[in-house]
Nanobody, 122 residues
Framework: QLHVVQSGGGLVQPGGSLRLSCAAS????????VGWVRQAPGKDREGVTC????????YYADSVKGRFTISRDNANNTVNLQMNSLKPDDTAVYYC???????????????WGQGTQVTVSS
């Protein structure tokens, strides 16, 4: 079976940093678009950032631009999300998503990780 597994997350102070990782079995992530999507209580699902197939173009939501960085580590078949200057509004469950379509088209992702909690609080 194909599995998408996330690691990282946790509780941090405002202004702190966290790193999330998305790993896969059953496929090579370098052949797929990969994105990070978050869901906060009482809020709509939000596409945070993604990296496209092939050319590796990256895209960021305005809410995280300049603070978050997505990157591929093909040697380890992972995609990482570095989150800096974290704010309380970043608190959410973060999901790694994998698909064959434009990485900005969130409804078209095919595979999803289990989700991991990120909490930013003093």
């Amino acid at each position: 079976q194909l599995h998408v597994v996330q690691s990282g997350g946790g509780l941090v102070q405002p202004g702190g940093s966290l790193r999330l990782s998305c790993a896969a079995s059953g496929l090579s992530l370098d052949n797929y678009a990969v994105g990070w999507v978050r869901q906060a209580p009482g809020k709509d699902r939000e596409g945070v950032t993604c990296i496209s197939r092939g050319d590796g173009n990256t895209y960021y939501a305005d809410s995280v631009k300049g603070r978050f960085t997505i990157s591929r580590d093909n040697a380890n078949n992972t995609v990482n999300l570095q989150m800096n200057s974290l704010k309380p509004d970043d608190t959410a469950v973060y999901y790694c998503a994998v698909g064959e379509s434009d990485c900005r088209d969130v409804p078209r992702y095919d595979y999803w990780g289990q989700g991991t909690q990120v909490t930013v609080s003093s």
